[in-house]
């Protein structure tokens, strides 16, 4: 099913989410600090494959909804 959002600015979306991302991403990563040493290469290992999988996540759920939007939000 495809359905037209009318009304909404894709560049005030594309930040929205952007922020909000970027506050979860924060909030996990500081937990994951209480439990590992931020200088182990255990966190930096699970630092790296959590962060490229939201990463990945999110714009693939973007690209759903928006189409291709890599150029504008860059």
């Known amino acids: 099913m495809r359905g037209i959002i009318q ?6 979306t594309l930040h929205f989410i952007a ?3 970027k506050r979860f991403q924060a ?8 439990i590992l040493n931020p200088k182990s290469s255990e966190y930096k ?7 490229d999988a939201q990463n ?16 504008l939000i860059n």
């Open 7 to 12: 009304g909404v600015d894709i560049l005030d």
């Open 45 to 51: 290992l699970i630092r790296k494959l959590y962060l």
């Open 56 to 71: 990945t996540y999110t714009r693939s759920i973007l690209r759903i909804i928006f189409g291709d939007v890599e150029d």
């Open 27 to 34: 909030s996990f990563l500081k937990d994951l600090e209480e």
């Open 19 to 21: 922020k909000k991302n």
